[in-house]
């Protein structure tokens, strides 16, 4: 069992940068992937990135050269840089753990709200 707690969220106008963070703990796989997903209203969740232990990659087309994932190993957590943010970025981001990049354990999700 993995928990995970998100943190980061909040309201910022558009083009301004949010850094959202998700702190795993428990049974935490040699090989594992940590990443973020986001679900706005009516919408179905779609991924936003996410990243192996080894450093590899995959973020979402609607994000791509705007958001940076990394992780900090060490301590079994992952950042998502949000830069140029726009109002289509709202929604709430949900960290999550698994073994490939759909991951499968998830976090209570935190709010991003991108208005002016």
């Known amino acids: 069992q993995v928990q995970l707690v998100e943190s980061g969220g909040g309201l910022v106008r558009p083009g301004g940068s949010l850094r959202l963070s998700c702190a795993a703990s428990?049974?935490?796989?040699?090989?594992?992937?940590m990443g973020w997903y986001r679900q706005a209203p009516g919408k179905l969740r779609e991924l936003v990135a996410t990243?192996?232990?080894?450093?590899?990659?995959n973020y979402g087309n609607s994000v791509k050269g705007r958001f940076t994932i990394s992780r900090d190993n060490a301590n079994n957590t992952v950042y998502l840089q949000m830069n140029s943010l726009e109002a289509d970025d709202t929604a709430g981001y949900y960290c999550?753990?698994?073994?490939?990049?759909?991951?499968?354990?998830w976090g209570q999700g935190t709010q991003v709200t991108v208005s002016s």
């Open positions: 428990g049974s935490i796989l040699s090989r594992n992937y």
């Open positions: 990243i192996s232990n080894s450093g590899i990659t």
């Open positions: 999550g753990y698994g073994r490939s990049i759909y991951l499968g354990s």
